[in-house]
């Protein structure tokens, strides 16, 4: 009996998991960047206020279309640009949540948009690399909570409040990175199926 192995090396899968997976984080930034302009619209209560706090997701904004335009064009970006382009997009959220005009830290509502950001992340690293892209939104997350002074740590509500949210945003990398694996585990099997049967048919032959 032969042996059999994946078509893909290591290598050419970490490849092409970024590759098809960029769309995965594009559609998700531009999930946050739909929904927060449209909260600002819904909260704003004067053009102060919308100039003060639109520019965060016009950054947002520009960073994507760089990296949609470059996918579109047939020339997407590596690993490393896609994770500093998802590292910029922790830091954004995380000033929002610090500097939002009137709402602060743990009683700011955008930190939800670290969920979509920190899952479409997950399905397309490796463990390795979801744990510690994970792991810096918590810590951005709690750092802004704590800067800001609405965490009395004081084992009250609050102190509840934020750790309910560390563990769905935990959750959030878990499960998609999860999924990742699955689908990495599935195409694997495929790929030693077809190699199985291509070598049956050339000993036929």
Partial sequence: MSNTREVRTAKQAEEEDVFFGQTVIMWARWSVIVAGIALVLWTSTNVALLTQTMPFFLVLMAVNFFL???FVMGSPLNRTVVTVASVIDIVLITAIVVLWPGSHGLNNQFYVLYMPVVFAFALVFTRKIEVAYTVFAIVAYAGACVLTGTVPFDLGNEDK?????????????FLGNYYFRIQRDRLARASKGATRWA???ASRV
């Fill in 68 to 70: 949609h335009g470059r």
């Fill in 161 to 173: 409040i934020l750790v309910m949210r560390l563990i769905v945003i935990a959750a959030m990398g």
């Fill in 199 to 201: 070598s049956s048919t």
